[in-house]
């Protein structure tokens, strides 16, 4: 999976570094300049999509900058790669446009493997405590938070997972298994 998501994203860079290098030479860049222009449109994607992965695993995923950089990388690659191909007509559009496109599901796939692999649980990693008491002095407040959240799913008796009580609270993993094991102390069963 890694090898061949690697490779389209490898042929979908380098078409898509020809065609902004092929732009930028056409509207007055020329040597460094024009080879670097590409990197800082697609390696803009590439270091958002860090920032999200490193920052999702602290804040919950909720990082501005991180989206500001992976959205102008994904408008600026798709942007330059559709207008070198308009020159071609609206099919020369969309069949050029098609790298960028590509290398933006490629490279965000690759980034959704590893945070999806981060967030399960790590082998050897300490249970939270069993005790309702301890749990909820933990949860510094996130207890009644959750237990509003998530009190459709509590009434039909099921405890929500680990990704989606991340998202829903914007917690980290660590939180989100205290309050996971919280709302199965108040009545859920896992789904």
């Known amino acids: 999976m890694w090898l061949l998501a690697s490779g389209v994203a490898a042929i979908a860079a380098i078409v898509s570094y020809s065609h902004i290098y092929d732009l930028g030479r056409a509207h007055g860049g020329s040597g460094t300049a024009a080879r670097l222009l ?38 600026a690659t798709l ?55 301890l749990i909820r002095a933990a ?9 509003r959240k998530f009190r459709d799913d509590i009434a039909d008796g099921r405890v929500p997972g680990i990704r989606r009580i991340m998202t829903v609270m914007h917690v980290g993993d660590e939180k989100a298994r205290l309050i996971q094991q919280h709302l199965r102390n108040a009545g859920g069963s896992d789904a």
């Open 38 to 75: 590409p990197l800082s449109v697609d390696m803009l994607i590439l270091v958002g999509e860090l920032m999200l992965l490193h920052e999702g695993d602290a804040k919950g995923g909720r990082f501005i900058l991180g989206w500001v950089l992976v959205w102008s990388g994904i408008l």
């Open 79 to 133: 942007g330059a790669n559709v207008t070198y191909g308009a020159q071609y007509g609206w099919l020369g559009a969309l069949i050029w446009g098609w790298p960028a496109y590509s290398f933006v599901l490629a490279a965000g796939g690759m980034v959704a493997i590893v945070k999806r692999g981060a967030a399960r649980a790590v082998p050897g990693a300490p249970e939270p405590p069993s005790d309702p008491s």
């Open 139 to 147: 949860l510094n407040g996130h207890a009644a938070r959750a237990e």
